[in-house]
């Protein structure tokens, strides 16, 4: 009789055991995530609530025509649309050969002074594609065409 009791009593504590590593390796991997989640605002979003300056996220839009200026050095600068709202960016660095003016973008950074400063500039790789969080804000704006209408 005290066998099983010793052996339930000892299932009892691995089952335990192993609630509590799924609980802290679940905490772990959210706390190494917490600066790899970076949340996507179209530029009308970002204008009507303007983000903290030490948060990271993502916009995406069309680069406004006639705003792209190569500044001193590596510094860039130009203004992200939705058709809605338009954000001035500035980026160091080099931009990807298919960046352009009137072209779908996505950039990460940080909306400082009412400046998005991004880390990193992404351009649609090839005719046809935009990434689809940057077509639903052109959609939404009304903006957006079908490629090749």
Request: proline share 5%; hydrophobic share 40%.
């Amino acid at each position: 009789m005290a066998l099983k009791s010793l052996k339930k009593q000892r299932r009892i504590q691995v089952i335990a055991l192993a609630a509590v590593a799924l609980v802290v390796s679940t905490a772990l991997i959210g706390y190494a995530m917490r600066d790899g989640i970076n949340f996507f605002r179209s530029p009308s979003q970002v204008v009507e609530e303007p983000p903290q300056p030490n948060e990271v996220f993502r916009i995406g839009g069309l680069v406004e025509e006639g705003s792209l200026v190569r500044g001193d050095g590596e510094t860039i600068r130009f203004n992200v649309t939705d058709g809605g709202a338009v954000v001035p960016v500035t980026y160091t660095g080099v931009l990807p050969d298919l960046f352009e003016e009137n072209q779908g973008m996505v950039g990460t950074g940080r909306y400082v002074d009412g400046v998005f400063v991004a880390q990193e500039i992404l351009a649609r790789h090839d005719e046809t594609y935009m990434p689809k969080e940057v077509v639903d804000a052109l959609k939404e704006q009304g903006v957006y065409q079908e490629p090749g209408s």
